[in-house]
């Protein structure tokens, strides 16, 4: 019987060695002075700096991009998909309060193609980077059956710190704190089953397609990474008393925003504050969204939203102006039943 080897039942460690040969060098300039040891370790290590806190709490988050890949697939692009798994994670304890501290990352693939690999997981590292946190592990699993040759799945879990009190819950929020809405990148990485239902199955595009109205093709609008909201958030938190941060991600407005608010306590939002971008109209014309799915689906154009007293509201937005920063003052917090109401705004018909 002629001998076998682990590549002959799909599983290419040669492939495995050079992918990683080829994101070494962006992996390392991500490092924070907190990081020991290198690449190859069976486990990352961070030696937590505790001099600058007092009780600090460690936050933690996991996530992945979900059926977004699908889209990077159809058109072979993977340069942003990795910033798409980042944003999820970081995001979502930056509205606790933490300074995201490190990442780590869990890609899974039918065939491991080093180029890539190398494309996704520099796209990772670019948003680790960007985000202040340090990629200090992460794990390539080529799956040979498992999944078809050139798709993968990827998933990211993120660790962050921040002082005990500091620490964002809903006991600060009150009946009247302004809600600041920072804007979104487009549709991030959540509702796309249905938005590749609309595009793909409904309407029958393929993604090249150049759309006036987004000023580029359908593709590259639906490939927008996720937005980075640590860089702009950080300092806002240290510097003014924040109520309560939300991240609209899945379950849009109507789900999010009630997480970070009492029970006795909801929000009424004016969804004329802020633009919308073209493709949320798109979306809902071509598919014949109710208007209520939509807000429950997608951001909508905002994808961090601030709650704060009404006199931090002004001297928040006044920071942010100075840095070039939109931000929209898009409703505020009500006493009583525990929803949201969205009033104003307008779909085509």
Known sequence: MEKMTYRDAGVDIDAGNKSVSLIKDCVR?????????????????????????????????????????????MLNRHDTIGQDAVAMCVNDILVQGAEPLFFLDYLAVGKL???????????????CRES??????GETAEMAGFYPAGEYDIAGFSVGIVERSKLITSDRVRAGDVLLGLPSSGVHSNGYSLVRKICFECMGFNGGEYVE????????????????YPRVCLPLIRSFDIHGMVHITGGGFY??????????????????????PAIFRLLQKWGNVDRTEMYRTFNMGIGMVLIVSPGEAERIAARLAEERERVYRI???????????????????
């Open 29 to 73: 300039a991500t490092y924070r002075p907190e990081v020991l040891g290198d690449l190859g370790g069976f486990g990352g290590l961070f030696a937590l700096n505790m001099k600058d806190y007092e009780e600090p709490v460690l936050v933690s988050g996991t996530d992945g991009v979900g059926t977004k890949l699908c889209l990077a697939f």
């Open 113 to 127: 193609l080093p180029q890539q690999v190398a494309e996704v997981v520099t796209g990772v590292a670019n948003a």
């Open 132 to 137: 202040g946190c340090a990629l200090i592990g």
């Open 213 to 228: 109205e987004l000023g580029g093709t359908l593709g590259e609008e639906l490939l927008t990474p996720t937005r980075l």
């Open 255 to 276: 789900e999010n925003i009630p997480r970070a608010l009492p029970e006795n306590m909801g929000a009424e939002i004016d969804a004329s504050a802020w633009e919308m």
């Open 331 to 349: 409703g505020h917090v009500t006493e009583g039943a525990h929803e949201v109401v969205v009033r104003g705004g307008v779909f085509d018909a």
